[in-house]
Protein backbone atom coordinates (compact mmCIF):
# COMPACT_ATOMS: atom_id res chain seq x y z
CA UNK A 1 0.00 0.00 0.00
CA UNK A 2 1.39 3.44 -0.78
CA UNK A 3 0.97 5.96 2.40
CA UNK A 4 -2.16 7.98 0.35
CA UNK A 5 -3.91 4.47 0.16
CA UNK A 6 -2.92 3.78 3.98
CA UNK A 7 -4.80 7.40 4.69
CA UNK A 8 -7.40 6.63 2.22
CA UNK A 9 -8.36 3.51 4.01
CA UNK A 10 -8.25 4.45 7.54
CA UNK A 11 -9.92 7.64 6.91
CA UNK A 12 -7.76 10.35 7.58
CA UNK A 13 -8.19 13.32 5.22
CA UNK A 14 -5.99 15.85 3.54
CA UNK A 15 -7.10 18.47 6.01
CA UNK A 16 -6.44 16.28 8.90
CA UNK A 17 -3.11 15.72 7.59
CA UNK A 18 -1.40 18.67 6.33
CA UNK A 19 -1.34 22.29 7.62
CA UNK A 20 -0.76 21.96 11.33
CA UNK A 21 2.28 22.38 13.35
CA UNK A 22 3.32 19.34 14.73
CA UNK A 23 5.70 17.29 11.51
CA UNK A 24 5.46 13.69 11.73
CA UNK A 25 8.13 11.95 10.30
CA UNK A 26 8.47 8.24 9.26
CA UNK A 27 11.80 6.16 10.33
CA UNK A 28 11.60 4.11 7.67
CA UNK A 29 13.58 7.47 5.86
CA UNK A 30 13.23 10.25 7.88
CA UNK A 31 10.44 11.79 5.76
CA UNK A 32 8.11 14.08 6.38
CA UNK A 33 5.02 12.47 5.63
CA UNK A 34 2.00 15.04 7.70
CA UNK A 35 1.96 18.09 9.47
CA UNK A 36 -1.12 17.34 12.21
CA UNK A 37 -2.87 19.61 14.02
CA UNK A 38 -1.87 20.31 18.27
CA UNK A 39 -4.15 20.47 21.13
CA UNK A 40 -4.08 23.83 22.67
CA UNK A 41 -3.46 23.75 25.86
CA UNK A 42 -6.34 26.03 26.85
CA UNK A 43 -8.70 23.94 24.94
CA UNK A 44 -7.57 21.13 28.05
CA UNK A 45 -10.10 22.13 30.72
CA UNK A 46 -13.00 21.30 28.16
CA UNK A 47 -11.66 18.25 27.17
CA UNK A 48 -11.83 17.08 30.93
CA UNK A 49 -15.22 18.69 31.56
CA UNK A 50 -16.72 16.66 28.55
CA UNK A 51 -15.26 13.54 30.00
CA UNK A 52 -16.24 14.15 33.15
CA UNK A 53 -19.93 14.73 32.00
CA UNK A 54 -19.77 11.54 29.49
CA UNK A 55 -18.67 9.81 33.19
CA UNK A 56 -22.14 10.90 34.81
CA UNK A 57 -23.68 8.70 32.31
CA UNK A 58 -21.31 5.87 31.14
CA UNK A 59 -21.34 4.80 34.92
CA UNK A 60 -24.80 4.26 34.86
CA UNK A 61 -24.73 1.83 31.22
CA UNK A 62 -25.12 -1.45 32.90
CA UNK A 63 -21.08 -3.49 32.52
CA UNK A 64 -22.21 -5.96 29.40
CA UNK A 65 -23.73 -2.60 27.69
CA UNK A 66 -20.69 -1.09 27.94
CA UNK A 67 -18.71 -4.08 27.03
CA UNK A 68 -21.07 -4.05 23.40
CA UNK A 69 -19.23 -1.01 22.10
CA UNK A 70 -15.87 -2.56 22.82
CA UNK A 71 -17.22 -5.42 20.96
CA UNK A 72 -18.00 -3.36 18.20
CA UNK A 73 -14.57 -1.90 18.50
CA UNK A 74 -13.16 -5.21 17.76
CA UNK A 75 -14.85 -6.01 14.81
CA UNK A 76 -14.07 -2.27 13.13
CA UNK A 77 -10.26 -3.19 14.21
CA UNK A 78 -10.66 -6.73 12.52
CA UNK A 79 -12.24 -4.60 9.30
CA UNK A 80 -9.00 -2.42 9.35
CA UNK A 81 -6.49 -4.60 10.78
CA UNK A 82 -4.49 -4.46 7.30
CA UNK A 83 -4.27 -0.77 6.95
CA UNK A 84 -3.64 0.31 10.77
CA UNK A 85 -1.48 -2.20 10.78
CA UNK A 86 0.90 -0.63 7.84
CA UNK A 87 0.78 2.51 9.22
CA UNK A 88 2.00 1.47 12.56
CA UNK A 89 5.34 0.22 9.91
CA UNK A 90 5.04 3.72 8.39
CA UNK A 91 4.94 6.04 11.27
CA UNK A 92 6.84 3.87 14.13
CA UNK A 93 9.15 1.96 11.84
CA UNK A 94 7.76 -1.54 13.36
CA UNK A 95 8.37 -4.71 10.56
CA UNK A 96 4.85 -5.32 8.69
CA UNK A 97 4.50 -8.55 10.54
CA UNK A 98 4.71 -6.43 13.83
CA UNK A 99 2.88 -3.58 13.20
CA UNK A 100 -0.09 -6.44 12.17
CA UNK A 101 0.47 -8.16 15.17
CA UNK A 102 0.73 -4.74 17.33
CA UNK A 103 -3.08 -4.78 15.95
CA UNK A 104 -4.02 -8.38 16.37
CA UNK A 105 -3.45 -7.07 20.14
CA UNK A 106 -6.03 -4.51 20.00
CA UNK A 107 -8.11 -7.35 18.73
CA UNK A 108 -7.57 -9.12 21.42
CA UNK A 109 -7.63 -6.98 24.22
CA UNK A 110 -11.06 -6.31 23.04
CA UNK A 111 -12.30 -9.71 22.94
CA UNK A 112 -10.91 -9.65 26.97
CA UNK A 113 -12.79 -7.25 28.00
CA UNK A 114 -16.23 -8.04 26.46
CA UNK A 115 -15.97 -11.04 28.41
CA UNK A 116 -14.82 -9.02 31.20
CA UNK A 117 -17.83 -7.11 31.09
CA UNK A 118 -19.92 -9.60 32.38
CA UNK A 119 -17.19 -10.64 34.91
CA UNK A 120 -17.06 -7.55 37.13
CA UNK A 121 -17.10 -9.55 40.15
CA UNK A 122 -16.89 -8.54 43.70
CA UNK A 123 -16.53 -10.99 46.84
CA UNK A 124 -18.94 -11.71 49.70
CA UNK A 125 -17.58 -11.87 52.73
CA UNK A 126 -18.21 -13.66 56.10
CA UNK A 127 -19.61 -11.21 58.71
CA UNK A 128 -18.70 -12.24 62.05
CA UNK A 129 -21.82 -10.17 63.28
CA UNK A 130 -25.34 -12.39 63.46
CA UNK A 131 -28.11 -11.27 60.68
CA UNK A 132 -25.12 -9.52 58.46
CA UNK A 133 -24.19 -9.72 55.14
CA UNK A 134 -20.91 -8.38 53.79
CA UNK A 135 -20.07 -7.56 49.80
CA UNK A 136 -17.68 -5.77 47.74
CA UNK A 137 -18.90 -3.86 44.80
CA UNK A 138 -16.64 -2.56 42.28
CA UNK A 139 -18.00 0.55 40.56
CA UNK A 140 -16.65 3.06 37.73
CA UNK A 141 -13.85 5.65 38.58
CA UNK A 142 -14.00 8.42 36.50
CA UNK A 143 -12.07 9.58 33.37
CA UNK A 144 -9.10 8.02 32.57
CA UNK A 145 -6.28 9.73 31.16
CA UNK A 146 -3.47 7.73 28.72
CA UNK A 147 0.21 9.15 27.81
CA UNK A 148 1.31 6.81 25.30
CA UNK A 149 5.01 5.61 24.12
CA UNK A 150 6.14 5.40 20.68
CA UNK A 151 7.16 2.00 20.62
CA UNK A 152 3.63 0.44 21.04
CA UNK A 153 1.79 3.37 19.44
CA UNK A 154 -1.47 2.10 19.46
CA UNK A 155 -1.98 -1.37 21.41
CA UNK A 156 -0.63 0.65 24.37
CA UNK A 157 -3.96 2.58 24.20
CA UNK A 158 -5.83 0.06 23.31
CA UNK A 159 -4.91 -2.07 26.56
CA UNK A 160 -6.08 0.90 28.59
CA UNK A 161 -9.11 1.55 26.76
CA UNK A 162 -10.90 -1.78 26.07
CA UNK A 163 -10.56 -2.21 30.14
CA UNK A 164 -11.53 1.54 31.28
CA UNK A 165 -14.72 1.71 29.22
CA UNK A 166 -16.65 -1.72 30.40
CA UNK A 167 -15.22 -0.84 33.92
CA UNK A 168 -17.16 2.59 33.58
CA UNK A 169 -14.67 5.57 32.58
CA UNK A 170 -13.89 7.90 30.12
CA UNK A 171 -11.17 7.98 28.48
CA UNK A 172 -8.69 10.58 27.26
CA UNK A 173 -5.91 9.55 25.20
CA UNK A 174 -2.44 11.73 24.52
CA UNK A 175 -0.33 9.10 21.90
CA UNK A 176 3.27 10.15 21.95
CA UNK A 177 4.04 12.88 19.94
CA UNK A 178 6.11 10.99 17.26
CA UNK A 179 2.93 8.67 16.95
CA UNK A 180 -0.23 10.64 16.61
CA UNK A 181 -1.33 9.31 12.84
CA UNK A 182 -1.59 6.33 14.38
CA UNK A 183 -3.66 7.51 17.14
CA UNK A 184 -6.09 9.69 14.36
CA UNK A 185 -6.44 6.64 12.64
CA UNK A 186 -7.76 4.21 15.97
CA UNK A 187 -9.86 6.83 17.22
CA UNK A 188 -11.75 7.10 13.30
CA UNK A 189 -12.20 3.31 14.07
CA UNK A 190 -13.45 4.10 17.25
CA UNK A 191 -15.86 6.65 15.95
CA UNK A 192 -16.99 4.07 13.60
CA UNK A 193 -18.09 1.71 16.65
CA UNK A 194 -19.36 4.77 18.74
CA UNK A 195 -21.71 5.77 15.88
CA UNK A 196 -22.97 1.89 15.32
CA UNK A 197 -23.43 1.85 19.20
CA UNK A 198 -25.94 4.36 19.04
CA UNK A 199 -25.92 6.29 22.52
CA UNK A 200 -22.56 6.36 24.09
CA UNK A 201 -21.99 9.79 25.70
CA UNK A 202 -20.11 12.22 23.88
CA UNK A 203 -16.75 13.11 25.02
CA UNK A 204 -16.55 9.08 25.81
CA UNK A 205 -13.30 8.65 23.95
CA UNK A 206 -10.63 11.85 23.28
CA UNK A 207 -7.77 11.99 21.84
CA UNK A 208 -5.50 15.14 22.53
CA UNK A 209 -2.02 15.68 20.72
CA UNK A 210 0.67 17.27 21.37
CA UNK A 211 3.94 17.05 23.98
CA UNK A 212 4.30 16.64 27.73
CA UNK A 213 2.29 20.20 28.08
CA UNK A 214 -0.63 18.51 26.87
CA UNK A 215 0.25 15.74 29.09
CA UNK A 216 0.72 17.49 32.27
CA UNK A 217 -2.66 19.37 31.95
CA UNK A 218 -4.00 15.58 32.53
CA UNK A 219 -1.37 14.44 34.92
CA UNK A 220 -2.67 17.67 37.21
CA UNK A 221 -6.30 17.73 37.19
CA UNK A 222 -7.99 16.54 40.10
CA UNK A 223 -10.68 15.57 36.86
CA UNK A 224 -8.76 12.88 35.84
CA UNK A 225 -8.77 10.54 39.11
CA UNK A 226 -6.78 7.37 36.66
CA UNK A 227 -3.33 8.38 34.88
CA UNK A 228 -2.16 5.29 33.16
CA UNK A 229 1.88 6.65 31.51
CA UNK A 230 3.99 4.37 29.76
CA UNK A 231 7.02 5.55 28.76
CA UNK A 232 10.98 6.29 29.83
CA UNK A 233 11.61 5.93 33.64
CA UNK A 234 12.34 10.06 33.77
CA UNK A 235 8.46 10.70 32.60
CA UNK A 236 7.24 8.06 34.99
CA UNK A 237 9.94 10.34 37.80
CA UNK A 238 7.62 13.58 36.85
CA UNK A 239 3.99 12.37 36.36
CA UNK A 240 3.97 9.58 38.97
CA UNK A 241 4.66 11.55 42.23
CA UNK A 242 2.77 14.97 40.72
CA UNK A 243 -0.38 12.39 40.49
CA UNK A 244 0.05 11.07 43.68
CA UNK A 245 0.17 14.56 45.15
CA UNK A 246 -3.01 15.49 44.25
CA UNK A 247 -4.68 11.66 45.44
CA UNK A 248 -5.41 10.51 41.85
CA UNK A 249 -4.21 7.15 40.78
CA UNK A 250 -1.35 6.28 38.36
CA UNK A 251 -0.39 3.25 36.64
CA UNK A 252 3.04 3.56 35.52
CA UNK A 253 4.47 1.32 32.68
CA UNK A 254 7.84 2.31 32.52
CA UNK A 255 11.81 1.48 31.14
CA UNK A 256 12.55 -2.28 31.53
CA UNK A 257 15.82 -3.74 31.39
CA UNK A 258 15.44 -7.35 30.57
CA UNK A 259 17.87 -10.32 31.21
CA UNK A 260 17.67 -13.71 30.15
CA UNK A 261 19.80 -16.64 32.31
CA UNK A 262 21.15 -19.09 30.37
CA UNK A 263 21.43 -22.50 32.15
CA UNK A 264 24.06 -25.55 31.35
CA UNK A 265 21.02 -27.69 30.58
CA UNK A 266 19.64 -25.36 28.00
CA UNK A 267 18.23 -26.25 25.09
CA UNK A 268 20.44 -23.67 23.41
CA UNK A 269 18.98 -24.28 19.96
CA UNK A 270 15.84 -22.90 21.11
CA UNK A 271 17.51 -20.11 23.59
CA UNK A 272 19.14 -18.38 20.54
CA UNK A 273 15.58 -18.12 18.50
CA UNK A 274 14.12 -16.84 21.70
CA UNK A 275 17.32 -14.10 22.19
CA UNK A 276 17.59 -13.29 18.63
CA UNK A 277 13.92 -12.50 18.88
CA UNK A 278 13.64 -10.89 21.72
CA UNK A 279 17.14 -9.03 21.49
CA UNK A 280 16.71 -7.73 18.07
CA UNK A 281 12.68 -7.63 17.48
CA UNK A 282 11.44 -3.97 16.92
CA UNK A 283 14.96 -3.29 16.46
CA UNK A 284 15.20 -3.75 20.59
CA UNK A 285 13.14 -0.66 21.24
CA UNK A 286 10.18 -2.78 22.93
CA UNK A 287 10.00 -2.65 26.68
CA UNK A 288 10.23 -5.88 27.17
CA UNK A 289 13.36 -6.21 24.93
CA UNK A 290 16.32 -8.75 26.15
CA UNK A 291 19.31 -6.55 26.98
CA UNK A 292 21.06 -8.62 29.35
CA UNK A 293 22.20 -12.51 28.52
CA UNK A 294 23.90 -13.64 31.89
CA UNK A 295 25.43 -17.31 30.36
CA UNK A 296 26.70 -20.05 32.26
CA UNK A 297 30.35 -19.97 32.26
CA UNK A 298 30.57 -23.59 30.32
CA UNK A 299 28.06 -22.64 27.75
CA UNK A 300 28.75 -19.01 27.53
CA UNK A 301 31.40 -18.80 24.84
CA UNK A 302 29.37 -21.16 22.48
CA UNK A 303 26.13 -19.64 23.06
CA UNK A 304 28.04 -16.14 22.07
CA UNK A 305 29.13 -17.77 18.33
CA UNK A 306 26.56 -18.93 17.65
CA UNK A 307 24.67 -15.47 18.32
CA UNK A 308 27.16 -14.04 16.05
CA UNK A 309 26.70 -15.89 13.29
CA UNK A 310 22.75 -15.52 13.95
CA UNK A 311 23.35 -11.83 14.09
CA UNK A 312 25.30 -12.06 10.66
CA UNK A 313 22.60 -13.34 9.04
CA UNK A 314 19.64 -11.03 9.98
CA UNK A 315 18.34 -9.22 6.93
CA UNK A 316 18.44 -5.36 8.17
CA UNK A 317 16.06 -2.55 6.28
CA UNK A 318 12.94 -1.14 4.78
CA UNK A 319 9.88 -2.82 7.32
CA UNK A 320 7.90 -2.89 4.61
CA UNK A 321 10.16 -5.45 2.67
CA UNK A 322 8.59 -8.72 3.56
CA UNK A 323 12.02 -9.92 4.10
CA UNK A 324 13.41 -7.37 7.12
CA UNK A 325 13.77 -8.14 10.45
CA UNK A 326 15.23 -5.36 11.57
CA UNK A 327 13.84 -2.24 10.66
CA UNK A 328 15.11 1.06 11.68
CA UNK A 329 15.22 3.52 15.18
CA UNK A 330 12.85 5.27 15.61
CA UNK A 331 15.04 8.41 14.77
CA UNK A 332 18.91 9.71 14.76
CA UNK A 333 18.94 10.83 18.30
CA UNK A 334 18.23 7.35 19.32
CA UNK A 335 20.79 6.43 17.23
CA UNK A 336 22.95 8.35 18.59
CA UNK A 337 22.41 7.40 21.99
CA UNK A 338 23.63 3.76 21.00
CA UNK A 339 26.40 4.51 19.55
CA UNK A 340 27.56 6.70 22.62
CA UNK A 341 25.95 3.85 24.91
CA UNK A 342 28.54 1.49 23.09
CA UNK A 343 31.41 3.78 23.55
CA UNK A 344 30.71 3.45 27.06
CA UNK A 345 30.57 -0.10 27.28
CA UNK A 346 33.91 -0.08 25.84
CA UNK A 347 35.67 1.86 28.07
CA UNK A 348 33.81 -0.15 31.19
CA UNK A 349 35.76 -3.12 29.51
CA UNK A 350 33.13 -4.55 27.22
CA UNK A 351 34.19 -6.38 23.33
CA UNK A 352 31.14 -5.26 20.94
CA UNK A 353 30.48 -7.04 18.25
CA UNK A 354 27.97 -5.45 15.40
CA UNK A 355 26.63 -2.26 16.54
CA UNK A 356 27.48 -0.18 13.37
CA UNK A 357 25.47 2.15 11.25
CA UNK A 358 24.16 0.75 8.69
CA UNK A 359 24.07 2.90 5.05
CA UNK A 360 24.20 0.32 1.99
CA UNK A 361 20.90 -1.48 1.23
CA UNK A 362 18.30 0.64 3.61
CA UNK A 363 16.30 3.45 2.98
CA UNK A 364 18.72 7.08 3.04
CA UNK A 365 17.38 9.32 5.77
CA UNK A 366 16.85 6.74 8.33
CA UNK A 367 18.34 5.46 11.35
CA UNK A 368 19.41 1.55 10.16
CA UNK A 369 21.95 -0.14 12.95
CA UNK A 370 23.45 -3.68 13.26
CA UNK A 371 22.34 -5.21 16.22
CA UNK A 372 25.18 -5.50 19.26
CA UNK A 373 26.20 -8.03 21.24
CA UNK A 374 28.57 -6.67 23.96
CA UNK A 375 30.76 -9.06 26.31
CA UNK A 376 31.04 -7.82 29.38
CA UNK A 377 33.71 -8.78 32.19
CA UNK A 378 30.93 -8.08 34.73
CA UNK A 379 27.56 -5.91 35.32
CA UNK A 380 28.62 -1.99 34.83
CA UNK A 381 26.84 1.34 35.03
CA UNK A 382 26.24 1.43 31.36
CA UNK A 383 24.15 -2.37 31.93
CA UNK A 384 22.44 -1.30 34.14
CA UNK A 385 20.60 1.38 32.06
CA UNK A 386 18.04 1.42 29.47
CA UNK A 387 19.36 2.07 26.09
CA UNK A 388 16.40 1.74 23.97
CA UNK A 389 18.35 0.19 20.99
CA UNK A 390 19.50 -3.20 20.08
CA UNK A 391 22.18 -4.00 22.41
CA UNK A 392 22.65 -7.58 23.90
CA UNK A 393 25.32 -7.20 27.01
CA UNK A 394 26.66 -10.91 27.38
CA UNK A 395 27.94 -11.44 31.22
CA UNK A 396 29.26 -14.99 32.63
CA UNK A 397 28.17 -16.38 35.62
CA UNK A 398 29.19 -20.05 37.74
CA UNK A 399 26.44 -20.32 40.92
CA UNK A 400 22.55 -19.79 39.97
CA UNK A 401 22.50 -17.30 43.01
CA UNK A 402 24.92 -15.53 41.29
CA UNK A 403 23.12 -15.36 38.43
CA UNK A 404 19.79 -14.29 40.36
CA UNK A 405 21.06 -11.89 42.04
CA UNK A 406 22.83 -10.52 38.86
CA UNK A 407 19.23 -9.93 36.99
CA UNK A 408 17.87 -8.45 40.28
CA UNK A 409 20.70 -6.16 40.37
CA UNK A 410 19.16 -3.25 38.33
CA UNK A 411 17.02 -0.28 38.84
CA UNK A 412 14.22 -2.15 36.65
CA UNK A 413 12.29 -4.82 37.18
CA UNK A 414 9.77 -5.46 33.86
CA UNK A 415 10.66 -9.45 32.45
CA UNK A 416 12.83 -11.80 32.82
CA UNK A 417 13.92 -15.43 31.63
CA UNK A 418 15.63 -18.47 32.71
CA UNK A 419 16.17 -20.83 29.96
CA UNK A 420 16.91 -24.48 31.64
CA UNK A 421 15.96 -28.12 31.59
CA UNK A 422 16.75 -28.54 35.07
CA UNK A 423 13.01 -28.50 37.39
CA UNK A 424 15.16 -27.01 40.35
CA UNK A 425 16.59 -24.08 38.35
CA UNK A 426 13.39 -23.68 37.21
CA UNK A 427 11.33 -23.14 40.21
CA UNK A 428 14.07 -20.97 42.02
CA UNK A 429 13.52 -18.76 39.38
CA UNK A 430 10.46 -18.14 40.04
CA UNK A 431 10.50 -18.60 43.33
CA UNK A 432 10.22 -15.99 46.32
CA UNK A 433 13.56 -16.12 46.45
CA UNK A 434 14.23 -15.95 42.46
CA UNK A 435 13.38 -13.17 40.24
CA UNK A 436 12.06 -9.60 41.55
CA UNK A 437 10.27 -8.75 38.15
CA UNK A 438 6.90 -8.31 37.13
CA UNK A 439 7.19 -11.19 34.61
CA UNK A 440 9.20 -14.27 34.74
CA UNK A 441 9.29 -16.92 32.24
CA UNK A 442 10.62 -20.50 31.50
CA UNK A 443 12.17 -21.66 28.13
CA UNK A 444 10.43 -18.34 26.89
CA UNK A 445 11.98 -15.37 25.98
CA UNK A 446 11.24 -11.74 28.09
CA UNK A 447 8.92 -10.05 25.18
CA UNK A 448 5.46 -10.82 23.22
CA UNK A 449 2.92 -11.20 26.40
CA UNK A 450 -0.01 -12.25 25.70
CA UNK A 451 -3.06 -10.27 26.85
CA UNK A 452 -4.40 -12.87 29.28
CA UNK A 453 -1.78 -12.29 31.82
CA UNK A 454 -1.48 -8.83 33.98
CA UNK A 455 1.24 -6.94 32.30
CA UNK A 456 3.72 -4.48 33.96
CA UNK A 457 6.45 -4.68 36.63
CA UNK A 458 8.07 -3.36 40.00
CA UNK A 459 10.85 -0.49 41.00
CA UNK A 460 11.43 1.75 38.76
CA UNK A 461 9.10 0.10 36.11
CA UNK A 462 6.97 1.52 38.04
CA UNK A 463 4.64 -0.95 39.73
CA UNK A 464 1.38 -0.60 37.15
CA UNK A 465 -0.38 -3.41 36.02
CA UNK A 466 -2.28 -3.58 32.54
CA UNK A 467 -4.31 -5.63 29.94
CA UNK A 468 -5.70 -9.15 31.60
CA UNK A 469 -5.88 -10.92 34.77
CA UNK A 470 -7.18 -8.35 37.28
CA UNK A 471 -5.53 -5.72 36.32
CA UNK A 472 -9.25 -4.17 35.59
CA UNK A 473 -9.53 -3.54 39.29
CA UNK A 474 -7.14 -0.58 38.66
CA UNK A 475 -9.81 1.12 36.95
CA UNK A 476 -12.30 0.67 39.55
CA UNK A 477 -13.26 1.94 42.95
CA UNK A 478 -14.06 -0.96 45.45
CA UNK A 479 -16.33 -0.32 47.78
CA UNK A 480 -17.09 -2.76 51.10
CA UNK A 481 -21.15 -3.46 51.87
CA UNK A 482 -22.21 -4.34 54.44
CA UNK A 483 -25.87 -5.12 55.74
CA UNK A 484 -27.63 -5.46 58.22
CA UNK A 485 -31.26 -7.99 57.70
CA UNK A 486 -31.54 -8.50 61.76
CA UNK A 487 -33.34 -6.07 64.33
CA UNK A 488 -30.11 -5.63 66.57
CA UNK A 489 -27.26 -3.29 66.26
CA UNK A 490 -24.50 -5.49 66.86
CA UNK A 491 -20.38 -4.04 66.97
CA UNK A 492 -17.95 -5.36 65.63
CA UNK A 493 -15.03 -6.89 67.63
CA UNK A 494 -17.41 -7.21 70.59
CA UNK A 495 -17.88 -3.23 71.64
CA UNK A 496 -19.92 -2.16 74.25
CA UNK A 497 -21.96 1.46 73.48
CA UNK A 498 -24.72 0.95 75.48
CA UNK A 499 -27.23 4.41 76.21
P1 LIG B 1 8.86 9.07 26.73
O1 LIG B 1 8.98 8.96 28.21
O2 LIG B 1 9.78 9.99 26.02
O3 LIG B 1 7.37 9.52 26.33
C1 LIG B 1 6.26 8.75 26.68
C2 LIG B 1 5.02 9.63 26.73
O4 LIG B 1 5.10 10.48 27.87
C3 LIG B 1 4.86 10.56 25.53
O5 LIG B 1 3.48 10.61 25.19
C4 LIG B 1 5.33 11.89 26.06
O6 LIG B 1 4.78 13.01 25.40
C5 LIG B 1 4.82 11.83 27.49
N1 LIG B 1 5.50 12.70 28.45
C6 LIG B 1 6.82 12.95 28.55
N2 LIG B 1 7.06 13.78 29.59
C7 LIG B 1 5.87 14.03 30.16
C8 LIG B 1 5.46 14.83 31.27
N3 LIG B 1 6.34 15.52 32.00
N4 LIG B 1 4.14 14.88 31.58
C9 LIG B 1 3.24 14.18 30.86
N5 LIG B 1 3.57 13.43 29.79
C10 LIG B 1 4.87 13.36 29.44
O7 LIG B 1 9.02 7.56 26.15
P2 LIG B 1 9.20 7.06 24.64
O8 LIG B 1 10.56 7.38 24.16
O9 LIG B 1 8.03 7.47 23.82
O10 LIG B 1 9.07 5.47 24.85
C11 LIG B 1 10.13 4.64 25.20
C12 LIG B 1 10.10 4.31 26.67
O11 LIG B 1 8.83 3.77 27.04
C13 LIG B 1 11.10 3.22 27.05
O12 LIG B 1 11.71 3.58 28.27
C14 LIG B 1 10.24 1.98 27.21
O13 LIG B 1 10.79 0.99 28.05
C15 LIG B 1 9.00 2.56 27.79
N6 LIG B 1 7.85 1.68 27.58
C16 LIG B 1 7.37 0.98 28.65
C17 LIG B 1 6.31 0.10 28.47
C18 LIG B 1 5.78 -0.70 29.62
O14 LIG B 1 4.69 -1.24 29.48
N7 LIG B 1 6.48 -0.82 30.73
C19 LIG B 1 5.72 -0.04 27.21
C20 LIG B 1 6.22 0.71 26.14
C21 LIG B 1 7.29 1.57 26.35
Redesign the pocket.
Known sequence: MTNDEIFAALGLTKAELTGGSLAVRSPIDGAEIAHVAETDPSAMPAVIARAQSAFKAWRTAPAPRRGELVRLFGEELRASKEALGALVTLEAGKITSEGLGEVQEMIDICDFAVGLSRQIYGLTIASERPGHRMMETWHPMGPCAV??????PVA?WSWNAALALVCGDPVIW?????TPLTAMASMKIMERAIARFGDAPEGLCQLVIG??AI??AL?ESRDVPIVS???????GG??GPKVAARWGRPIL????NNAMIVAPSADLDMAVRAIVFSAVGTAGQ??TSLRRLIAHNSIREDLVARLAKAYASLPIGDPRRATTLIGPLVDHASRDRMLSALERAKAEGGTVHGGRVVAEGVPQGGAYVEPALVEMPAQTAVVKE?T?APILYVMGYDALDEAIAMQNDVPQG?SSCIFTLNMREAEAFLSAAGSDCGIANVNIGPSGAEIGGA???EKE??GGR?SGSDAWKGYMRRQTNTINYSAQLPLAQGVKFDF
Open positions: ISAFNFVKPSEKGPGEVATGSTRMIVELGGRCEFLFGGTGE
